[in-house]
């Protein structure tokens, strides 16, 4: 299951790792991380996709390098996970603004946070920690897409806050937690957003996540409030299937979004797999204009050889306006790109 983070995903299951150890027991320090690279060309040579990362047209251009540390002392943990480049520093709102002083800097904190666990089944989790809510993450060895979708990039990437999470079975566990406005490292109007996330395994190979994030960010004109499913279920050894469909509304018509993602994932061979990810994605009318809606069909290949992943890609994309332009700049609804992106993971 993909969720914003690796990381998130491991707080959830942060006490079933330390129920049976004792408090003097220490894990190893563990290091992990990924880099990558890509090269992206738009058919009508123009940069028109907007989605999150590989935006650069023609040209071999840098993803980031991302270095994690986790580490486990009877039932306290921590998590810290920092990025260098591009796909980092411009996937966050802290130090990819470019202004003031963290205009030139290319690193990104994607994680920072600790954990404890109370008992076998309660533990909780505080700090900056990728974010609960979609399918997709930041860590490019987290998707099977390279490009992102349009969900991705118009919802939240972080959240820093405290979350406790109880474990009721195997197959349930509840979240619910406190956290600052999205992606920023302090909350300058005060702790805003409240949190809550369902998790739900019916059955071998199927987990479900039901997310909900409200709260009014600093400046924002109304509440904004997300309500997100995230599921997969690996269907065989071979197939799975994914999904995800999110609402999100600003009080008071103030607009928002709404869309899905289905995934579907085959793997041919232990080397190379294929998946199409197909999106409806609709921004909300808000007074004197109305909405607009994308419709975007991504196909990526992936070529696996030891800790290296080539991933090929194709994309179309169209509007109901024209969203996009063509070579000479005339307005047009649709537009497509070709990519190539190695990543490596350690």
Do not use: C
Not at 83 to 103: D, I, K, M, T, V
Not at 126 to 147: K, L, R
Not at 229 to 239: D, F, G, M, N, R
């Amino acid at each position: 299951m993909k969720l914003k983070s690796f990381f998130t995903f491991s707080a959830l299951t942060m006490s079933a790792a330390t129920y049976a150890q004792e408090t003097t027991t220490s894990t190893p320090l563990q290091i992990s991380g990924s880099v990558d690279t890509y090269y992206k060309y738009d058919f009508s040579k123009k940069a028109n996709i907007g989605t999150s990362f590989a935006e650069d047209q023609n040209s071999v251009s840098l993803g980031m390098i991302d270095l994690a540390l986790k580490k486990t002392t009877g039932k306290a943990s921590f998590v810290g996970e920092l990025s260098f480049g591009p796909r980092g520093q411009y996937g966050s709102l802290p130090n990819g603004n470019g202004e003031g002083a963290n205009a030139d800097n290319s690193f990104h904190i994607q994680n920072l946070y600790t954990s404890y666990a109370f008992t076998d089944k309660f533990s909780m989790t505080a700090g900056y920690m990728g974010t609960f809510i979609g399918y997709e993450v930041i860590a490019p060895t987290g998707n099977f897409n390279y490009s992102t979708s349009y969900l991705f990039t118009n919802g939240p990437f972080q959240n820093a806050g405290i979350k406790a999470n109880y474990v009721f079975s195997p197959k349930v566990a509840l979240m619910v937690g406190l956290f600052d406005d999205w992606n920023v490292y302090k909350d300058v109007n005060g702790v805003s957003h409240f949190g809550a996330q369902l998790t739900v395994s019916p059955v071998e190979g199927w987990t479900a996540y039901l997310n909900m994030l409200t709260g009014r960010g600093a400046g924002a004109p109304g509440t904004g409030s997300i309500y997100d499913l995230t599921t997969a279920y690996q269907v065989t050894e071979k197939v799975k299937i994914g999904l995800n469909a999110a609402d999100y509304s600003v009080s008071n018509d103030n607009g928002g979004y709404s869309g899905a993602a289905l995934y579907l994932q085959n793997a041919f061979t232990p080397g190379f797999s294929l998946g199409l990810r197909g999106e409806y994605f609709k921004s909300k009318d808000i007074p004197d204009f109305d909405g607009s809606s994308v419709t975007s069909v991504t196909v990526s290949g992936n070529f696996k050889a030891g800790g290296l992943t080539f991933i090929p890609e194709v994309r179309f994309d169209n509007g109901n306006t024209a969203r996009f332009v063509k070579n000479n700049l005339d307005p047009t609804k649709s537009a497509s790109q070709f990519s190539l992106a190695a990543v490596y993971a350690f």
